[in-house]
């Protein structure tokens, strides 16, 4: 046995008869069991009465909010798999922080949470909380008597935890029973029966015989989960990380030069499905190989499947400060909800403005120059009109030239997809 | 080396990378969710850990508790999420807790926009801690800044123990443009300083010379102690006025006194009657709207902001000295120009702000700086 991690300069402070004066005590027995030294362990207190156990021991110690104990531990317990987590936390933080118990239990990452429930939120007052029974008297007046109970351990149970235990603060071998919680590979949660004199058992009869004949009641939950039972999340994580590769966005080289000079402003209005976004990166990837400044904007629904999609794109061969668009000097117009967004535009266009329209799609009076697309006598499918665009743009070879958007093919596609855009682009660029 | 076409967010991940971030808890939220992403993609390969929280304060717990283990750790979300993420932020300003929070904001109140961009949390960064005591914020201008100033976020946190801020926004975020990171110079990187002798280490001791207390890991060889609680040098409970007093002024120099080291802005001086203060994305607008200015024959300064808290009140007024006239332009209805008139009380400021998703024109710029 190692030697105790009570810290002699701060004995506990509870009130007389307090049971988490023994939780104290078993916890200290249950370090010593297993041979811990106060480097060795991390306990993480909530706040409450249980937010005070970390004062009493010499170990390494975080108390942060209410509720919240669970995060810091996980935190913790990922950067420093070595180090023994305890999170101590009452049944008042246990309902605030409800989420992050649920989160615990299914990620199973290897912490010991010991749950010190004593019916009631202690420290303010005696209010109830998550655990009080209906029938108890506390101090939040009859609000406790229209809501049931929770009990923790089928919580935990049906969310996840490999280790469930229900303990009385009372029994003996309660030392034994943290110890073997610690020891397991895994989350563990051990929910500690108990007593608060202070505000709870002044109105309320419990002792523990009381609490002996309680828990006998209810369902079992005498450690291990076997159904729950799986690799330790850390663990698991650390050797599916060594499998990963770091992947950059590609550098873009300089490989042509621009065909033009200054700044031009292209506008893809078009649809969900139209691969407007993609043909947005791929125009800026083409400007990039000819050296050309470049800035992309996008615009789209929540539901990317369906309804407008707009991509504002800046080439310059001058640095771009604003990345709005003022008059576009190509507007590639696809379908008639990308259109929509953008109505108001098509009257202000300058006349030497480029507008690459779809045959099908109504556009409202425009003052620049209008360029029909029949994609259907093109053969293009509507998810390669964009790209179909991007060709014929090129082939007017003012902005960008086919050669630019062949090397952006190169960057931004592999394999089959590659033959096939780049099939296109020759195709359209050729006929059209 | 030849540019990326990286979008903001990409930026700040890989910034965090360089700046030698270990950790990162985040959930999905736009227009912060590439963050989430691109560090998913980065940090596991190198070691690194990178997890999805069930919700926002869990994703701070889970950075804080990371970093207190001696990883540098990074979170990002937008205004919704930075209201969940408040009551954290406030036990790493009190506690000292290094870590770097990314706001990409976008437009409010609330759910407001979510692919709309706005600068509408510049003050709630601020004073979204209760205790009120100051934080650092970094604003970005473009992608370049985003990995720049992320690096900056982190080097910062480490120095002061901190959260360190970075407001993005939407409109830098999910914008892509290209850049060159590998031609930015890249500052030393600096960690978190160790005592010299562990021995006798009290978690928040502090010297005469020294604000910042040292730091030792939990989970290394010495017990280390944390708590949200009022504490004194050793990290317990204290109830004395005189330590609590002494702590609260400690923590708001700290910052305040220093924030000469770390003033970043950019700066057009010109010979003018009139400066033009933004940051952020308006600033590349009133860049734009100053050289619309200058080729209409009149010449406009411009100072751009890039750390606005706390603020850099000496360097403002240093650069406004020359000029009669100040306009302020920012994405919402009038917050950072409150500090700008109030360091500049002897001048006259004038302040655009719009808060319609739009992005503020140059044209628009040009038109109040003319006063129209
Ligand atoms: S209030 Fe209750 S839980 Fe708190 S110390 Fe007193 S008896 Fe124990």
Redesign the interface.
Known sequence: MAASLLNKDRPPVFCPGCSHDRITGALDQAFQKLGLAGSQVAIVSDIGCSGLFDTFFHTHALHGLHGRALTYAAGIKLARPGLQVVVTMGDGGQGIGGAHLLAACRRNLNLTMLVLNNFNFGMTGGQFSVTTPSEARVGSGFLNQLEKPLDICQVARSAGAAYVKRCSSYQSGLADDIAEAIAFEGFSLVDIWGICPGRYSRQNPLTPKIIAESMAAMPPADGVVEENRRPEYGSVYRKTAKGQKTVHPPHVEQQFQPPGTGRHEILLLGNAGQRIITAGEILCLAGMTAGLQATQKNEYNITVLRGPSVCEVILSSDRISFTGLGQPDVVIVLSREGVDRRKSLFAELHPQSLVLKATDTQIPDCSGAVHLLDFKKMGVKPADRALASLAVLAKAGKIIDIEMLKAALWLRFTDKVQDSVLGLVERVGSNN | ??????EGN?AVA?GALTAGC??F?GYPI?PATTIFNAML??L????G?C?Q???E??S????????????K?MTATSGPGISLYS??IS?AVGSEIPIVIVDVQRLGPSTGS??RGADGDIQFLRWGNSGGLPVIVLAPVDAADCYLLTIHAFNLAETYRCPVFLASNK?IA?????VDLDALHVPDIIDRKPPLDSASFQPFQVSEKRRTPYFL?????????????THGAD???TTDAKQISENQWRLKKKLEAAVEKFTFFDEQAAESDTLVISYG?TA??A??AT?LCRRAGRSVGLLVLKTLWPVPAQMIRNKAERYRRVVVVEMNLGQYVQEIQRVLADRQVEFYGQMDG??I???RIKEVIDGR
């Open positions: 080396m030849a540019p990326r076409f990286l990409e890989m270990r950790f808890a736009t993609r980065l596991p390969a190198t070691g850990v997890i929280g069930e919700d304060i869990a701070m717990g889970y950075c804080l508790g990371a970093s207190m283990a001696g990883w750790s009551e954290q036990f979510a692919t409109e999910m914008t892509r443009e290209s890991p939990i989970g290394g060889s010495v017990p280390v102690r944390q708590t949200s609680s990290g317990y409970i994305v590349r607008a860049a734009d050289d739009q992005l024109t140059p044209i």
